[in-house]
């Protein structure tokens, strides 16, 4: 199982951005959680969103800190996950990494499944 992230980059603040993940390897999002976290330069990682699999009603949730700013999504053929960034300021600067786990969503990090990172930069 593998999973893809793309899309990040630098960004004025007030910009958008849209962060792709795409699964491999027999992985279905339609049965796992998928999700997002990020770390910052010298801070621990931070869980963002996530949204569980249809079996589970595909409840979505957001962190407080991107409420109303993000949002997070999956394409019908369950093989790619998003992450629609609006109105991004200085401190979502991070690099982001994408989640899936067969249970349902939490904070915690004890994921399944981890993409390898992409950079997300938010400077004028």
């Known amino acids: 199982v593998q999973l893809q992230a793309s899309g990040g980059g630098l960004v004025q603040p007030g910009g958008s951005l849209r962060l792709s993940c795409r699964v491999s390897?027999?992985?279905?999002?339609?049965?796992?959680?998928f999700g997002w976290f990020r770390q910052a330069p010298g801070k621990e990682r931070e869980w963002v969103s996530c949204i569980n699999s249809r079996k589970n009603f595909g409840h979505n949730y957001l962190a407080d800190s991107v409420k109303d700013r993000f949002t997070i999504s999956r394409d019908d053929g369950e093989t790619t996950g998003y992450l629609q960034m609006d109105r991004l300021k200085t401190e979502d600067t991070a690099i982001y990494y994408c989640v899936a786990d067969k249970g349902l969503c939490r904070s915690s990090n004890n994921y399944d499944y981890w993409g390898q990172g992409t950079q997300v930069t938010v400077s004028s």
């Open positions: 390897g027999g992985l279905s999002l339609d049965y796992y959680a």
